[in-house]
């Protein structure tokens, strides 16, 4: 299948990166044509319009902000209509019924939520369809987005909160790096060791519990030696109110992601 792209921003460009290493059909549009220009030349993919991309592509992958999508819609909705691509929203808090009662008609819909670390293929990317995207359709675009990194079906009532965890973690996760450098800069390290140190640690203990069968606080407990420094630690992030802000985190992404699909 052709796929194409309107809207290469950091989401769309990190799953048009990850995309092409399947395939190289590929089109890209974006609001500025110098952007869209540049990253199709990086990855050896055409751009154009995004009338050119309805037009040419069978999968049409929407990557533009939630206030833009009254616009854009409305703007193609003749020939979206006319082409009836599968579309593929990255429209946060945006309901496929609400795309649906735009055009006015029910096109063969997949709502995705992706993270940024698709661009390096350790992404998740969280999905679900309506019923007029067929079995097969659907298996061929998720296996053409394997390089991204893991996937997951899931009922599109839960994907907002699915992603207030993966699509909006990594900012949290870029936070709790940079603190953890700060701490052993406070202890004397080199900021580059430091941070080289941290980064490293939350990638291997995150594909630590990914692997394991084991529950994340059976995890910590086997670092926490009986009055060692670890528990010292974890005793002082608890004091700090680590895990409620953690959880405060997730839940007031998931109420400004609601009040975005409104």
Known sequence: MKYGFIGCGNMGGAIARALSQTTKDIMLANRTMEKAQKL???????????????????VVFLGVKPQMRQGVIDSLKALLLEKKPVLV????????????????EKLPMIRIMPNTPVAVGKGV?????????????????????QPAGFLDEI?????????????????????????????GVACGLPRAKALKYAELTMVGSG????????????????????GGSTIMGVKALEEGGFRDA??????AAHKKTKELGK
């Not at 529950?215 to 910590?220: A, G, I, R």
């Not at 953690?246 to 839940?251: F, K």
Request: proline share 3%; with cysteine; glycine share 8%.
């Open 246 to 251: 953690a959880i405060s985190a997730v839940l």
């Open 125 to 145: 990317i969280l999905y679900c369809r309506n019923e007029a995207v067929s079995d097969e359709v659907l298996n061929e675009i998720v296996a053409d987005l």
């Open 40 to 58: 199709a030349t990086e990855l050896g993919i055409t751009y154009g319009t995004n009338e050119e991309v309805v037009e040419n592509c069978e």
């Open 89 to 104: 929203t990255m429209l946060a808090g945006t309901e496929m019924a609400t795309l649906e009662e735009q055009l006015g």
């Open 207 to 226: 594909e630590l519990a990914f692997q394991s069968d084991k529950h994340p606080e059976q995890l910590k407990d086997e670092v926490c030696s009986p």
């Open 155 to 183: 009922a599109e009532n839960l994907i907002d909160a699915g992603s207030s965890v993966s699509g909006c973690g990594p900012a949290f996760m870029y936070m709790f790096i940079n603190a953890l450098a700060d701490g």
